[in-house]
């Protein structure tokens, strides 16, 4: 999908959002839409203000100033309403490492009030096949199964808004790829609207509608990763993201 395309309707708007830690603007004054369906890649060198953005959406972090619009209304006004319809995962986040798998869900589950929980639970558990894991204690998962985990964590309240912040790091191959079709069939199933965060720009531009690229708190460009190639005047997304990271 291009900005072009008839779909543009807005699932959230951002808006001036900012915020400043100790004197540290780490996000700031960036204003973007995120389309009702769309993959839209979040791409940005360590320390761009990727993950703080992504805490201000879930309201994690509270923004210094600016507003987040979701469907409209202010999350500020509306959180508890706009927070139901949002879930994340990320490969950073630790899940509660004592629990099984099948437990962890069931946390989370009565945590987010999830009706039909146990029903939920198996078909969450199928959909990721993550069954035959269902006994195992998290903190004895791999990097990929806890990556899954997280994932079906974030799939249990079937979100109209996905927060996936580098779902990929510390993956090999194989299971990155299988991974990113998770995510993709889980898109497509459910019409989901996804934001991701990724440092691999072969996944940024096979996953992401379009990108928005942050550097030093700020947006420098939006748009498909062809669009964003053409304005650097550059071979491929890697060029771009080494000519910014190194010159800004
Ligand atoms: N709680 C905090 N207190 C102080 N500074 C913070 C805090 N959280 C983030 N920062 C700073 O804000 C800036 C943006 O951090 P952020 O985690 O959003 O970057 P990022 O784009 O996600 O980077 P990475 O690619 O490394 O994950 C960094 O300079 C970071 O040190
Ligand atoms: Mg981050």
């Known amino acids: 999908m291009s900005p072009q395309s008839p779909n543009t309707?807005?699932?959230?708007?951002?808006?001036?959002?900012t915020k400043t830690f100790n004197g540290l603007t780490a996000v700031d004054h960036i204003s973007f839409d995120i389309y009702e369906g769309e993959i839209l890649g979040l791409l940005g060198p360590n320390g761009a203000g990727k993950t703080t953005t992504i805490h201000m959406l879930l309201d994690i972090v509270s923004p210094s100033s600016g507003n987040v619009l979701f469907g409209g209304k202010n999350l500020r006004?509306?959180?508890?309403?706009?927070?139901?319809q949002i879930n994340f995962a990320s490969s950073h986040i630790a899940m509660p490492f004592s629990l099984t798998v099948e437990e962890n869900?069931?946390?989370f589950g009565r945590l987010y009030e999830v009706p039909h929980r146990k029903t939920r639970i198996e078909q969450v558990l199928?959909?990721?096949?993550?069954?035959?894991?269902?006994?195992?204690?998290?903190?004895?998962?791999s990097s990929g199964q806890m990556t899954r985990l997280s994932l079906a964590k974030a799939f249990l309240t079937?979100?109209?808004l996905l927060l996936l912040d580098e779902p990929t790091a510390s993956l090999d191959p194989d299971i990155a790829d299988k991974t990113r079709t998770l995510v993709r069939e889980y898109q497509r199933r459910f019409a989901c609207t996804i934001l991701y965060t990724s440092h691999n720009m072969k996944e940024m531009e096979h996953m992401s509608d379009r990108i928005i690229f942050l550097n030093r708190g700020k947006i420098v460009a939006t748009g498909t990763a062809q669009e964003?190639?053409?304005k650097f005047g550059q071979r491929d997304l890697e060029d771009v993201f080494l000519t910014v990271a190194r010159n800004g």
Request: charged fraction near 40%.
């Open 77 to 84: 006004h509306h959180r508890e309403e706009i927070l139901r």
């Open 105 to 107: 869900l069931e946390i």
């Open 228 to 230: 964003i190639t053409a």
């Open 126 to 141: 199928e959909e990721l096949e993550m069954t035959s894991l269902r006994s195992k204690l998290a903190r004895t998962l």
């Open 9 to 17: 309707k807005s699932l959230v708007e951002v808006r001036e959002l």
């Open 158 to 160: 079937q979100p109209r």
